[in-house]
């Protein structure tokens, strides 16, 4: 197998406090902090036949995550983990992310888009 793009990107967002609380206790807002909102792009991986062939056995066997997981495919910095989303054209997989664990104790500042 060959990797012949990978376009993953973080998209980075802002949370920040309104500070509209009825009670006085809570009158200042909480800082604002930037956290990973999601990750954008594509991984697109050439198979050989063979390939193909594990592929459509870890498909039939709802095993697509554990198939993915076998391939070196570089993460953005401030994602730990991801669940892939695998279409299969001829023999070129199309990997996109379905959901991701950020690391809550990266720095966000510099990545994405803010």
Same mark, same amino acid.
């Given at each position: ?5 990978? @376009? +993953?990107?973080?998209?980075?967002? @802002?949370? &920040? ?12 807002? #909480? ?8 990750v /954008? ?5 050439? #198979?050989?036949? +063979?390939?193909?062939?594990?592929f ?16 070196? /495919? &570089?993460?953005?910095?401030?994602? #730990? @983990? ?5 279409? +299969? ?8 992310? @379905? ?13 994405g888009?803010?």
């Amino acid at each position: 197998m060959k990797i012949l793009s990978n @376009t +993953l990107d973080v998209e980075v967002e @802002t949370w &920040s406090d309104p500070g509209d609380y009825p009670n006085s206790a809570a009158g200042e807002p #909480l800082p604002s902090y930037d956290y990973v909102s999601d990750v /954008i792009g594509e991984v697109r991986v050439e #198979l050989s036949t +063979l390939e193909v062939v594990e592929f459509l056995e870890a498909d039939c066997c709802g095993e697509v995550q554990d198939w993915a997981s076998k391939l070196d /495919i &570089s993460l953005p910095s401030g994602i #730990l @983990t991801v669940n892939w989303n695998v279409q +299969l054209i001829d023999q070129l997989a199309v990997l996109t992310v @379905t959901d991701f664990e950020a690391d809550p104790y990266s720095d966000n500042d510099d990545q994405g888009d803010q």
